[in-house]
């Protein structure tokens, strides 16, 4: 009996140690899994803004080219007067103010009809800036006249009349 009775003692200790275990290895598991919520919970935090943002009354998806030989940023633009504020698509880390003086549209090139063959028929226009080289502007035909904003040129001969 003696040596039944120091079984169910070792029997105990090692349930309890085995419990202990379980216990640690769940703290570890919170340890680790709180921070991958809370990047989990930034992201989609970040989606759903950046969502939000794209849909405001005077949203332009647009191409933007600040510098004559640089490259073409995807993203969404909205005139505040004669700033173009600019934020870039992906991950919203690329944002410009352009203060624009006068603007025009122009034909596209057969390089950049090619480039831009996934826009529903693009329409390019060029801005002059206040303080430094002009930009470049490529969008959809149906977002053209948002996307010239106070430049549209019957905008000017009415205001004139």
Do not use: Y
């Amino acid at each position: 009996m003696a040596w039944q009775d120091e079984g169910d003692v070792t029997g105990t200790v090692s349930d309890f140690l085995q419990t202990r275990g379980d216990i640690v290895i769940w703290i570890i598991l919170a340890a680790l899994g709180v921070p991958l919520w809370l990047c989990a919970i930034g992201i989609f935090a970040l989606v759903f803004r950046n969502r939000s943002l794209r849909k405001r009354a005077a949203d332009i998806p647009m191409r933007l080219r600040v510098d004559a030989k640089g490259r073409w940023h995807r993203g969404h633009g909205l005139w505040v007067h004669d700033v173009l504020g600019f934020r870039g698509s992906p991950a919203a880390w690329n944002e410009a103010l352009l203060w624009a003086v006068s603007g025009t549209t122009r034909e596209l090139t057969s390089e950049e009809a090619h480039k831009f063959r996934r826009i529903d028929q693009p329409v390019a226009a060029t801005f002059t800036t206040a303080d430094g080289p002009g930009f470049e502007a490529v969008t959809a035909r149906q977002h053209l006249p948002l996307l010239l904003g106070n430049f549209q040129p019957d905008l000017h001969a009415e205001a004139r009349s």
